[in-house]
């Protein structure tokens, strides 16, 4: 044998060593494979038994609104039949000031906003301008006014006051 040649037993087992490698490494690749659909397989599983659960929590509260609305709707036919309105519930800190010295209180934006999105609520159940007024005690031509803007408030601009300032000016003038 000469230097740098390999002996021919070693030249016939690379090419079979080689195959052999390349086997043992699919193999592997399929065991990995076959484990994680294995896993696949079993995450779906999870997840059709945790989806039917869902659907049978969403039919029985399906169920439960569906008797919710039952009995509502037969206690507005109770109050239609026996003439019966709800009360409407007022917060105090939004009701509408009256008498002296009440020129400015609760009347910012603010509070006149939340005054409508109440008002606003209270039509759409249902309740008549009229008895939203008596149970504000105001007109009803406010509530009107609301419903008119969609019950959104406008900001004022700050003309009014610049007009009433014009206005007290002209009359302190003194003439002699």
Same mark, same amino acid.
């Given at each position: 044998?000469?230097?740098g040649?390999?002996?021919?037993?070693?030249?016939?087992?690379?090419?079979?060593?080689?195959?052999?490698?390349? $086997?043992?490494?699919l193999?592997?690749?399929?065991?990995?494979?076959?484990?994680?659909?294995t896993?696949?397989?079993?995450?779906?599983?999870?997840?059709?038994?945790?989806?039917?659960?869902? /659907?049978?929590?969403?039919?029985?509260? /399906?169920?439960?609104f569906?008797?919710?609305?039952?009995k509502?709707?037969?206690?507005?036919?109770?109050?239609?039949?026996? /003439?019966?309105?709800?009360?409407?519930?007022i917060?105090?800190?939004?009701k509408?000031?009256?008498?002296?010295?009440?020129?400015?209180?609760?009347?910012?934006? /603010?509070v006149?906003?939340?005054?409508?999105?109440?008002?606003?609520?209270?039509?759409?159940?249902?309740?008549?301008? $009229?008895?939203?007024?008596?149970?504000?005690?105001?007109?009803?031509?406010?509530?009107?006014?609301?419903?008119?803007?969609?019950?959104?408030?406008?900001?004022?601009?700050?003309?009014?006051?610049?007009?009433?300032?014009?206005?007290?000016?002209?009359?302190?003038?003194?003439?002699?």
């Amino acid at each position: 044998m000469g230097k740098g040649r390999l002996p021919m037993r070693d030249i016939v087992d690379l090419p079979f060593n080689a195959l052999s490698y390349r $086997v043992k490494v699919l193999e592997d690749r399929i065991a990995t494979q076959a484990n994680q659909i294995t896993a696949m397989a079993h995450q779906s599983l999870q997840d059709r038994i945790n989806i039917r659960a869902f /659907e049978e929590k969403l039919q029985e509260r /399906e169920k439960y609104f569906k008797t919710l609305s039952e009995k509502l709707a037969c206690k507005q036919a109770k109050a239609v039949i026996q /003439e019966v309105t709800p009360d409407l519930i007022i917060p105090k800190h939004l009701k509408k000031a009256c008498g002296v010295g009440s020129g400015k209180m609760n009347k910012s934006y /603010e509070v006149i906003k939340k005054r409508y999105a109440l008002w606003k609520l209270q039509y759409e159940s249902g309740f008549s301008m $009229v008895q939203i007024a008596r149970a504000w005690k105001c007109d009803h031509g406010s509530i009107a006014h609301a419903k008119r803007n969609n019950f959104i408030p406008k900001k004022s601009s700050g003309r009014i006051k610049n007009r009433f300032l014009s206005i007290n000016k002209t009359k302190r003038i003194k003439i002699k």
